[in-house]
């Protein structure tokens, strides 16, 4: 009897032992899963109101330096134009320094992200490039215009169904010309070599941004026109700045910047400098 009851408290003494000793092991690691969530809860903390794009002092511009006046090469071979200046007062706000690289048009939007930081090159806001893209609020407001030579009868929307039309790869004009009726469409990297092809009787007109337009008609004076796109029933377009994805606070902090360029009359010094004097 006396073994039995001995045996019967060793067992109980057992299992109180073994009890405790699961009790403080997980005491231990309650503590440490603690610990770990509210690390995490400061490290997000620390990281609200920071941008992966903004961490390293620089921001990585993409631009496409054939659309005068947004942007072109400058005398000193690097990027320059309305959308160059503008970005740069950006990064002054921002504190950061800019760096621009110029490539294809086409090639920007897949670029934001990976190669570049965000990319402006007087893109039009769409529902296509917001699928891939986020915008910054729009800065400026265009509408497509139609190059044409000198004596050319096209006049209206109808003339255009059937026409060779020369657009900038990737751009509004690009996707206006899609829908044209029968038009035989011609793409190009720049601008500019759809100009010269309409010159040389290749093509009956080309679609560009009005600005990139009318200086092209300065530059061929004599040898095109150009004409407003509401005479064809084109609808105005908004210029925006394109953003990684998700990015909110970029796209906050780039907002503001340019929020308040246009309240201290910056951003109106740099529209009379790029676009009204070019």
Do not use: H, W
């Amino acid at each position: 009897m006396k073994k039995t009851l001995v045996a019967m408290m060793a067992a109980l003494l057992c299992i109180s032992l073994f009890a405790g000793c699961g009790g403080s092991a997980q005491e231990p690691a309650a503590a440490q899963e603690n610990a770990g969530k509210e690390e995490t809860e400061n490290a997000a903390e620390e990281n609200a109101g920071e941008s992966e794009a903004l961490a390293d002092g620089i921001l990585k511009v993409g631009t496409n330096a054939e659309f005068p006046p947004f942007e072109y090469v400058g005398d000193n071979g690097e990027p320059d134009g309305f959308d160059i200046a503008l970005i740069k007062e950006i990064g002054k706000k921002l504190g950061v320094e800019v760096q621009v690289e110029n490539m294809e048009f086409d090639a920007l939007v897949a670029s934001i992200g990976k190669k570049v930081d965000v990319a402006i090159a007087g893109m039009t806001v769409t529902d296509e490039r917001k699928k891939t893209v986020d915008f910054s609020n729009p800065y400026y407001m265009a509408v497509q215009y139609v190059i044409l030579p000198e004596g050319s009868g096209i006049a209206g929307a109808e003339d255009l169904s059937g026409k060779k039309i020369g657009v900038q790869l990737g751009t509004t004009g690009d996707f206006i010309a899609e829908e044209i009726e029968n038009a035989e469409v011609s793409q190009y990297n720049k601008a500019l070599d759809a100009v010269n092809d309409l010159i040389n009787g290749r093509l009956d007109c080309v679609i560009v941004d009005k600005n990139p337009a009318l200086v092209f008609e300065t530059r061929f004076e004599g040898q095109v026109k150009a004409v407003d796109g509401d005479n064809f029933g084109f609808e105005p377009e908004e210029y925006a700045i394109s953003l990684p994805k998700g990015d909110t606070v970029l796209a906050e902090k780039i907002n503001a910047a340019l929020q308040e360029m246009m309240e201290d009359g910056t951003f109106d010094a740099l529209v009379a400098e790029y676009i009204e004097e070019s």
